[in-house]
C-alpha cells in the first residue's frame, strides 16, 4: 500500500509551478516506472485536470505514454531487457566513488547494498574480494556479485521496481528489519544540510529506513551534482549517515557544514 504524503516528509506541495511539479512528476514515473493519475493528484495537492495537462506535456515531450488513469515510462522495457539502470548520468564520477567505496570493504564482510547506479559501481568493484556476504534489493547487483566463488548473496521478496530493476515493498521492509550488517551503501536522489536525504517518491522510503537500521555504518554515495538538490519525499536528516563519499565536486563550505553535522566526508578523486 502507498504511503500518502505528510508534511514533514516532502512538505506543502501546493503552489508548487507547473515546470518544476512536471520535472519531479517524471522523477517519480522515472523512479517507479508509472504512476496512477489520483495517486499525483493527491501528493502534489492538485487537481486530477491538472495532473493529466502534466503528462499530456510530459507525453508531448517524449518522455511517458499515457494510458487510463496513468501514465508509465517510455523507455522502461528496453532499459529492463538490456539489464541497464535509467540513470547513466555522471559516470565518470560514480565510478570514482564505486572504486573508493569498494576499497573499504575487507574479505570477509557482510554488507548492504543498496539499488542504484552508483552502488552498483562499487559492486562491480568487489568480484576481487573473498568470502562476502552480499545482501543487496538490487537484481543487477545480485547478478554482478552471485557467480563469484565464496561470495554468499542474499535477496528480499518484493514487488519489482522496473527502472531501478530492484525489488521493494512491505516484503522487503521486513526482510531487512530481520538481519544485521557491518556496512550499508545507500544511495540517494538529493543531500543537502537542512533538507537531508530525498528521493523521487514514497515507494522506498520505510525500506532505506529499514536499511540503516541493519547496518553499523551507513555509506552514502553520492555525487557532487545531487548535494543541494531536493526530490520530493525526504527520508530524514543528513545525521541518518555516517559518512558520505562523493566527488571532488564537492565545495569546501559544503564539506564543512557536513562535517560539523557529524558526517565524515570522503572524497574519491
Do not use: C
Not at 530492484?166 to 521492509?173: F, P
Not at 523521487?200 to 548535494?227: G, N, R, W
Not at 531536493?230 to 566527488?247: K, M, N, P
Request: aromatic share 6%.
Amino acid at each position: 500500500m502507498q504511503e500518502q504524503p505528510d508534511t514533514e516528509r516532502n512538505g506543502s506541495m501546493a503552489g508548487l509551478l507547473s515546470e518544476p511539479r512536471r520535472r519531479r512528476i517524471l522523477e517519480w514515473i522515472e523512479e517507479e516506472g508509472s504512476a496512477r493519475v489520483r495517486d499525483l493528484s493527491s501528493a502534489f495537492q492538485v487537481s486530477e485536470a491538472t495532473i493529466r495537462q502534466d503528462l499530456e506535456r510530459l507525453e508531448k515531450e517524449g518522455h511517458i505514454t499515457r494510458e487510463h488513469g496513468g501514465a508509465f515510462l517510455n523507455a522502461m522495457r528496453s532499459q529492463v531487457q538490456g539489464f541497464v539502470l535509467h540513470h547513466q548520468v555522471n559516470m565518470d564520477r560514480k565510478r570514482k566513488i564505486g572504486a573508493y567505496g569498494a576499497n573499504l570493504v575487507s574479505d570477509g564482510e557482510t554488507l548492504i547494498l543498496d539499488a542504484g547506479t552508483t552502488t552498483t559501481e562499487v559492486a562491480t568493484r568487489l568480484v576481487t574480494r573473498k568470502n562476502l556476504t552480499i545482501i543487496t534489493n538490487a537484481l543487477n547487483i545480485a547478478v554482478i556479485l552471485g557467480t563469484v566463488p565464496g561470495f554468499a548473496v542474499h535477496m528480499p521478496g518484493g514487488q519489482f521496481k522496473a527502472p531501478t530493476l530492484s525489488l521493494s515493498g512491505d516484503k522487503s521492509v521486513e526482510y531487512f528489519r530481520s538481519i544485521f550488517a557491518g556496512k550499508l551503501f545507500l544511495a540517494t536522489a538529493g543531500v543537502a544540510a537542512d533538507a537531508g536525504l530525498t528521493y523521487p517518491s514514497f515507494a522506498d522510503l520505510q525500506l532505506k529506513e529499514a536499511m540503516i537500521k541493519a547496518a553499523s555504518h551507513v555509506y552514502l554515495v553520492a555525487d557532487s551534482t545531487k548535494i543541494n538538490r531536493t526530490s520530493f519525499t525526504r527520508l530524514g536528516a543528513l545525521e541518518l549517515v555516517h559518512s558520505f563519499i562523493t566527488d571532488d565536486g564537492i565545495s569546501d563550505a559544503d564539506a564543512k557544514e557536513f562535517e560539523r553535522r557529524g558526517v565524515e566526508v570522503l572524497i574519491a578523486e
